[in-house]
């Protein structure tokens, strides 16, 4: 079946600018994931839904981020105000469940965003 | 808060041969997951194996397979018979055992290693 999928794969944008990133998960997958990679770094989580709820988002690293689910199935990551700071590969991942032993992760191929 | 030390920026193998890429992690948490992930230049993150804290078996996965020494908080992943196709960002990573609570579910990653199998 498809995998994780992610639009648009690659976003140039200005500082100041607002910007929107698609995740549609596998389907049937009820826990979605997202992170953010910069250059040279490994992935840091930043949001996790569990349906249509953020169930934790501690990752998140201002108010200018905000993600949404509304129908527990795609999510948008929303970034206002961008700053160049703000440009790296952002990761979504889903699961099948949050519990053993039906949690393993699966990403998306990412979205590059860069802030000029 | 957990974290996870990849020690090893860049390693090269010949095909056919074998390696290890090297990974410690520092937690008070006594259940816990570990993860090795691997990410060719496409960005696709591939989980490669997966290892439970409360086993004591080492996983394997065809020609991948882990040390796993939890009393050291080490865990190394064994590359066997390297193919070209195995060229590619290698991450470790942990996940706290799935209870209810902020820090839950999230995979903590290391910076990862490069890792080029050489014709």
């Known amino acids: 079946g498809a995998g994780v999928s992610q639009t648009p794969s690659n976003k140039v944008t200005e500082k100041g600018k607002y910007v929107e990133l698609r995740c549609d998960p596998i389907?049937?997958?009820?826990?979605l994931y997202w992170y953010r990679q910069s250059l040279g770094q490994g992935p840091e989580f930043l949001i996790y839904f569990q349906g249509t709820g953020a169930a934790d988002d501690s990752g998140l690293p201002n108010d200018r981020f905000f993600a949404v689910r509304p129908e527990g199935s795609v999510s948008t990551l929303k970034i206002q105000r961008t700053e160049r700071g703000d440009s790296a590969v952002y990761l979504c991942a889903s699961s099948l469940t949050s519990t053993y032993p039906t949690d393993t992760q699966y990403f998306g191929p990412g979205t590059r965003l860069t802030v000029l | 808060a957990q974290t996870v030390t990849q020690s090893q920026p860049e390693m090269s193998v010949q095909e056919a041969e074998t390696v290890t890429l090297s990974c410690t992690y520092d937690?008070?948490?006594?259940?816990?997951?570990l993860f090795w992930y691997k990410q060719p230049p496409s960005r696709q993150m591939i989980l490669v194996i997966r290892q439970e804290a409360y086993k004591q078996q080492n996983a394997t996965e065809n020609r991948f397979s882990v040390n796993f020494q939890k009393a050291a908080k080490s865990f190394s992943l064994k590359i066997s018979d390297s193919q070209l196709g195995d060229t590619a960002m290698y991450f470790c990573?942990?996940?706290?055992?799935?209870?209810?609570?902020?820090?839950?579910?999230?995979?903590?990653f290391g910076k990862g290693t490069k890792l080029s199998v050489i014709p």
């Open positions: 389907s049937g997958h009820t826990a």
């Open positions: 990573a942990f996940m706290k055992h799935g209870v209810r609570g902020a820090g839950s579910y999230q995979l903590t």
């Open positions: 937690t008070s948490e006594n259940n816990y997951y």
